[in-house]
């Protein structure tokens, strides 16, 4: 069974950071292909960046060049770095893992940007 744990969600003001991270027990992290989506009431999950597990990386227009993915295998940990933070990040961010038709999913953390 694959539990994904995410922390960092919080306030910030716009133009702030935050730093998500996603720690995951119970299986070869290595082996797995990471990312994160987000929600917002009435809206679908919609991804925002994902990690391959050989590193290859991908990310929504919308964040390209203010958000980072990273892992690190040795600490099973996926993070996102968020920078410049616009009204519009706010979300319920949620840290996935995937192999083949297989997906799981973190609890989520809330992200909100707001003056």
């Known amino acids: 069974q694959v539990q994904l744990v995410e922390s960092g969600g919080g306030l910030v003001q716009p133009g702030g950071s935050l730093r998500l991270s996603c720690t995951a027990a119970?299986?070869?992290?290595?082996?797995?292909?990471m990312g994160w989506y987000r929600q917002v009431p009435g809206d679908e999950r919609a991804l925002v960046a994902s990690?391959?597990?050989?590193?290859?990386?991908n990310y929504a227009g919308s964040v390209k060049g203010r958000f980072t993915i990273s892992r690190d295998n040795a600490k099973n940990t996926v993070s996102l770095q968020m920078n410049s933070l616009k009204f519009e990040d706010t979300a319920v961010y949620y840290c996935?893992?995937?192999?083949?038709?297989?997906?799981?999913w973190g609890q989520g953390t809330q992200v909100t940007v707001s003056s």
């Open positions: 996935y893992a995937e192999i083949g038709s297989q997906i799981y």
């Open positions: 119970g299986y070869f992290f290595r082996l797995y292909d």
């Open positions: 990690i391959t597990r050989d590193g290859a990386t």
